[in-house]
């Protein structure tokens, strides 16, 4: 059997954004496999009211590929159609299988041979990884939960017809036990978009989340550099400069003033709906963090691990439709919700928005699955796409919290140097192409050294700070001496 170009397994964001980053570089002998066998990835697996990609409309949408009204939003819903879209003009509807990938055996040639659940067999020159990080629902040990009487729910296992307007809803949050906030992937999110979710529709919800994580207000069409600028150091240099612009203006002549007067109110613009928005969020913070957090929070740029973009959560605890609880559950009654404190809050229904276990790339794969010592045992996470294996990608979308995911901007560099490497092998006489050895280090040494610009330490596996995108944005496109051809 002649083999495809390239092989990706998963048609969602990470998938869709190669696909067309690949159609777009010439490249259309390709072959996609997906088990749910249509585009749309895990968004068409969530049907909870609150599901919604984890950045903001302008962090996951790609830059050459715009959104239409009916898109206009980061809702499972509006991704879905995105991605359908997007994969409709890549070609993917023609170059879809349906069906799971079980087994990935790299021949000596440096080709693949990919195994299918259905028994039959794919052959690929190259391999691209795209099957995201979520596995299985996240179940907090909460004593009584079983016990209770009312509906419960899992925010990635949910009840469509149900109806919880009117009702009184607890929401419970990652560390509701007591333990570690850091069990579900996104589960630092999804309490909020949930907990405003159910309010809209009707409920009286309360959340009870020990680690509440930094609100931003919704932005959908802005670049996140400009939200750094609300940064509370920022404002405070902008503020000396016009406290020395005012000293120097009161010193000089009437006509020599103007200027100064220009330049204070070029310095002291009218706040900008957006700016409003923050304002807003810093009074939230202040009524629900104690004061070191708070501080924080403003001596840090509030794009870093654990922000949550949503308007609707301001307007619903404004409103009375959300009532925060920053306090551990200690069990679960028949109708209600006991704090560690001991307080009895009475409620109708539980839901859980604890996130999903997650999984490594390759995960089930055998071959691949590192669990198991494949191929991907010694692979290097923070490189995202790159790695030490010839002709193998792994690539993830703005729902990733892979140290340089969580932004379509970045990702789609990370699809364009795939597609780019994918069409230098099918172009030439190679039969391998693989990063160099220094060009792996060189790279975990640069994102470790943007890890403790950004204030963090250092770690490969820790989620970068989205506020040094332009560095990696020049780091993932890469130079032609990073990789070799062979």
Do not use: C
């Not at 749309?40 to 830059?63: C, F, K, M, N, Q």
């Not at 509440?212 to 919704?218: D, G, I, K, R």
């Not at 996470?381 to 690539?395: K, M, S």
């Not at 160099?436 to 330490?457: C, F, I, M, N, S």
């Amino acid at each position: 059997m002649t083999p495809y170009a390239v092989a990706v397994v998963g048609a969602g964001f990470a998938g869709v954004a190669v696909v067309d980053a690949l159609a777009r570089a010439g490249v259309r002998d390709v072959v996609v496999v997906d088990e749910r066998g249509a585009v749309g990835g895990r968004w068409l697996d969530r049907h909870d009211p609150g599901a919604r990609s984890r950045g903001s409309l302008s962090e996951s949408t790609l830059r050459h590929r715009d959104r239409t009204p009916a898109e206009r939003s980061p809702s499972a819903p509006a991704m879905v159609g995105y991605l359908q879209r997007v994969g409709a003009w890549a070609g993917i509807g023609q170059k879809l299988v349906h069906d799971r990938v079980t087994r990935a055996a790299q021949q000596s040639d440096g080709s693949w041979t990919l195994t299918l659940a259905s028994g039959s067999q794919l052959h690929a020159r190259a391999l691209v990884l795209a099957t995201g990080h979520e596995g299985e629902p996240v179940v907090p040990e909460v004593r009584g939960t079983d016990a209770f009487e009312g509906p419960l729910l899992h925010t990635h296992v949910w009840q469509s017809d149900l109806d919880l307007a009117g009702r009184r809803v607890a929401v419970l949050a990652p560390g509701v036990d007591g333990r570690s906030p850091a069990a579900g992937h996104l589960s630092a999110t999804e309490h909020v978009h949930t907990a405003a979710a159910l309010a809209e529709q009707g409920a009286d919800v309360l959340v009870f989340s020990p680690g509440q994580p930094w609100v931003l207000p919704e932005r959908p069409d802005a670049d996140p550099v400009d939200l750094w600028t609300s940064n509370r150091r920022v404002d405070a240099a902008g503020q000396r400069l016009r406290d020395v612009g005012r000293v120097v203006r009161t010193g000089l002549p009437p006509a020599a003033r103007v200027p100064w007067a220009l330049a204070e109110g070029a310095l002291d613009p009218t706040p900008l709906p957006w700016q409003r928005a923050m304002q807003a969020s810093t009074a939230l913070a202040r009524q629900h963090l104690d004061p070191e957090a708070v501080e924080l929070h403003h001596a840090s740029s509030p794009l870093s691990r654990g922000t949550v973009r949503s308007e609707a959560w301001f307007e619903q605890v404004a409103a009375g439709g959300i009532t925060l609880h920053r306090t551990a559950v200690h069990r679960i009654a028949p109708d209600a919700v006991v704090d560690v404190q001991g307080t009895r809050h009475r409620v109708d229904a539980l839901v859980l928005a604890t996130g999903a276990h997650p999984v490594g790339p390759g995960a089930g794969i055998e071959g691949l699955d590192a669990a198991d010592g494949g191929l991907l045992a010694d692979w290097a996470p923070h490189l995202g796409t790159l790695g030490r294996v010839p002709n193998l990608f792994v690539t993830h979308g703005p729902a990733s919290d892979l140290p340089v995911g969580g932004d379509a901007a970045l990702h789609g560099a990370r699809a364009a140097l795939v597609a780019r490497l994918v069409r230098t092998l099918v172009s030439s006489d190679a039969r391998r192409v693989v990063a160099t050895p220094r060009a792996v280090e060189a790279w975990e040494r640069r994102v470790t050294d943007l890890q403790r610009r950004a204030g963090l330490v250092p770690d490969p596996q820790a989620v970068m700070w989205p506020g040094l995108r332009r560095d990696l944005l020049r780091l993932l496109r890469g130079r032609p001496e990073d990789f070799v051809l062979s």
